[in-house]
């Protein structure tokens, strides 16, 4: 296991990433989300700088390093009060996807333009009946001459309306025993049989959630990512990184909202001292730090093990630092909400939004209880229940 104090450049990309981030501010996010955009300004120059590659190969424009230097971008943004959510799916799943399984053209297509911010891709998986359960995907792909005929449903997909493709998870047929595994294509947003349509969310996020309809949408062979019968070892290396950086949006948005309930608690006074002066809202707001900074350990292992090759190692990890980051940043914005009282309900200081938007990571990609399943099973040696 390598330490997890990080290096002088992942020390120095955090600031920069810091830098960057404080430029923009939630102030920026804020009136983006109001405006009904996308935060393109951040993501371009995020691009320009290098920051949205970090983890891709310097062969295909990227910046060489991991997924350990693309949380630390995520994380610092979010930190700043202006994540970008597409930073999870672009470069994290479906960059390592491409990265790792796909061919000589696809790499030179694609990463690219994903590591400096000029294309971006989209990620497929839930369906409206399977869930948390990627086993009962019933999106499937059959071939029709040299060609796939891709068929199915898609739901709680984020920023398809900006993405130049969509990486979907589909499910083949094994000629050999007729049962169905999982594959990866792409598929641009553009072909005949693709419709997308927005989910109304009460979510206030400039990335917008569609649910996609596949009505035999045609692809060329080319369209298929890696090796058809590998398709489960592909799928879960792209979905290590979805958690590990779910866990650094997650641990960058509860240290915004601390940050801003420490600024209150120091100035704000009622009675004689200030309010941060007493242990009722000094130490839970301590205990929110204590556990931020615990899941971005478990974030930071998840990260190095990935990096390292340790797919088995990493999914237990990543898992793991998922659900501490969610739990560690639901419980950092109620505090700090609680710790404004009326004035954290407000649109002046910002907190409400984050509300919702920190229940995401409870959520999303994994629910908190899939992942104690997960524990349960695969950490533990219990017995399965289903």
Known sequence: ?????????QSDLRAAVAALGKRYGRDYITRTVAEGRHPTELWSDAGKLGYLGVNLPEAYGGGGGGVTELSIVLEEL??????????????AICGT????????EQK???????????????????????????????????????DWLLTGRKVFISGVDIADAVLIVGRTEDARTGRLKPCLFIVPPDAEGFQRHPIDMELNAAEKQFELVLDDVRLPADALVGDEDAGLLQLF?????????????A?????????????????????????????????????????????????????????????????????????????????????????????????????????????????????????LNYVSHQSLGLPKSY
């Open 1 to 9: 296991m390598p330490p997890v104090i990080e290096s002088e450049e």
């Open 78 to 91: 979010g930190a700043a009060g202006s994540p970008l959510l597409m930073l999870v799916v672009s470069p």
């Open 97 to 104: 996807v491409i990265a790792r399984f796909g061919t000589e």
């Open 108 to 146: 030179r297509t694609w990463l690219p333009g994903i590591a400096d911010g000029t294309r971006t891709m989209a990620f497929g998986i839930t369906e409206p009946d399977a869930g948390s359960n990627s086993h009962r995907i019933t999106t499937t792909a059959r071939r029709d001459g040299d």
């Open 237 to 249: 290396a792209g979905l290590n990184p979805e958690r590990i950086m779910t866990a650094a949006f």
């Open 251 to 371: 641990i960058g948005m509860g240290r915004y909202a601390l940050g801003r309930a420490l600024e209150y608690a120091r100035e704000r006074t009622v009675w004689k001292a200030p309010i941060g002066a007493h242990q009722a809202i000094a130490h839970p707001l301590a205990r929110a730090h204590i556990d931020l900074e615990l899941a971005r350990l478990m974030m930071q292992k998840a990260a190095h093990l990935y990096d390292a090759g340790d797919d088995i190692g990493a999914g237990e990890a990543a898992n793991m630092a998922k659900y501490a980051a969610g739990e560690a940043c639901v419980n950092a914005v109620d505090q700090a909400v609680h710790t404004l009282g009326g004035n954290g309900l407000t649109r002046e200081y910002g907190l409400a939004s984050l509300i919702t938007a920190a229940r995401v990571a409870r959520i999303a990609p994994v629910s908190r209880e899939m992942i």
